[in-house]
């Protein structure tokens, strides 16, 4: 791998400065240049051509980066392209007549007020984007949460052709959300995200308010039925899935979970005594319990037992245990290696930490599980757009099919509100008989 030129260091190292990057990021963002670097004489592209970015982000894409690396490098070879242009700058300053500034007055370059013949540039975003990510972290957000708002955050800045944070508007706000609408033609709730990420960025990021949000062209909501799978065509989809993603998708089907909620179980969440499942953390951090299909109990039980040789092999190999949620590592220093803490649907790999270099042990990862859905739903020849999230759909409306009342199907999923729960009257039949009668004759 190629060194950064000395010079390209020293004004990079300056740019990073003055743009104030902590300490400890400055290293990493300094690695992703050189990888950039190297990247651009590999494959012949122009390191100073911004059209090379989405190529290398793809690049590491590919190769697993994960999200928050790839919006770290994205950031990094933004900054890059930033000092190349303030480096351009200062050469045409110095080739300017002295005719041209007031005499002794001193400028800055890197002030985006600051305008020469050259096109201006943006200003920095890099401090915002970690100031996201600690609040964030600090309210015990989901790291999709994060994923989420950091786009929307990215794509607003993109909008704004990277205009200063201090004097962004409600009006920019307006401006892009209608843009979404008219422009892009999204959906509500695609539009409606993009609201609350924002007002989560002007708020806890950059300490004001929005202030009225009037004048927005607002996204058409449209009506939307779940798609709800027979008991056969699940059966179907069950006998074409391996272990462990078969009991996987029965217990999404048979208590209803979102697909985070059901890899995210761990041994101590099963009560088989009492024939409960306990669901920890669901969406918006909320707690719940939903019965143990009784037709599951054998299977899970085996399955158990087999997670417990596993624990055993994983203790021999001396390994720091799984990974736990916030400070409970701390506060239970030893939970990790805990039987009770252990995931019931564990990676097969160990995961070694880039820090520690510890080996831990994570649960399946969504995707593999996805791909088994997809490639299962397929082989099962069905013919309707079948997801994971479509056995949580199909539990409710099997549910109100059976005559369960509407109260008690909406706690077992856990809705905040039950209009939410009401969707799925659209998905079974009506079972009322509607002869013409008085209601005299009632």
Request: aromatic share 12%.
């Amino acid at each position: 791998m190629h060194t950064i030129p000395s010079t390209l260091r020293n004004q990079f190292d300056g740019y990073l400065n003055s743009k104030t990057v902590p300490k400890k990021y400055q290293g990493l963002y300094k690695k992703w240049l050189q990888y950039y670097l190297d990247f651009c004489r590999k494959y012949d592209f122009s390191p100073e051509n911004r059209e090379s970015l989405p190529h290398f982000i793809q690049k590491l894409r590919d190769r697993k980066q994960t999200i928050s690396q790839q919006d770290q490098a994205n950031d990094a070879i933004t900054l890059y392209y930033q000092t190349v242009k303030a480096s351009t700058r200062e050469k045409e300053i110095k080739n300017y007549s002295p005719n041209v500034f007031e005499k002794g007055k001193q400028y800055n370059v890197n002030d985006p007020s600051f305008s020469t013949s050259v096109k201006g540039k943006g200003a920095s975003w890099v401090n915002e984007y970690h100031r996201l990510e600690d609040e964030i972290h600090i309210r015990h957000y989901s790291p999709r949460t994060l994923s989420t708002y950091r786009g929307w955050v990215r794509k607003f800045q993109a909008f704004t052709k990277s205009k200063s944070p201090d004097s962004l508007s409600p009006d920019d706000v307006k401006q892009f959300l209608t843009h979404l609408a008219v422009k892009r033609k999204v959906a509500s709730t695609t539009q409606n995200q993009a609201f609350n990420s924002l007002l989560f960025f002007y708020r806890h990021v950059l300490n004001r308010e929005f202030g009225e949000i009037d004048g927005v062209v607002r996204a058409k909501r449209k009506p939307y039925i779940p798609v709800v799978l027979s008991r056969g065509e699940i059966e179907s989809i069950i006998d074409h899935l391996d272990p462990p993603y078969d009991l996987v998708v029965k217990l999404l089907y048979g208590c209803g979970l979102r697909l985070f909620e059901c890899l995210g179980l761990r041994i101590q969440c099963f009560n088989f005594d009492m024939g409960i499942l306990t669901v920890h953390d669901g969406k918006g951090q909320k707690d719940r319990t939903v019965p143990l299909p009784k037709i599951l109990l054998p299977e899970l039980k085996d399955s158990l037992e087999s997670l417990k040789i596993l624990h055993e092999k994983d203790l021999k190999k001396k390994y720091a245990g799984v990974f736990l949620v916030n400070a409970l590592e701390k506060k239970y220093k030893n939970a990790s290696r805990d039987f009770v803490w252990q995931w019931f649907f564990p990676a097969k790999q160990l995961t070694k930490e880039k820090d520690t270099g510890e080996y831990r042990r994570y649960h399946l990862h969504q995707s593999h599980v996805q791909k088994a859905i997809k490639n299962a739903v397929n082989t099962s020849r069905i013919t309707k757009r079948a997801s994971a999230h479509t056995f949580r759909h199909s539990f409710a409306s099997h549910l109100l099919q059976a005559n369960y009342d509407i109260r008690t199907i909406q706690e077992l999923l856990g809705h905040s509100d039950v209009r939410t729960t009401m969707i799925y009257t659209h998905t079974i039949k009506s079972q009322t008989k509607k002869e013409a009668k008085s209601p005299l004759d009632f």
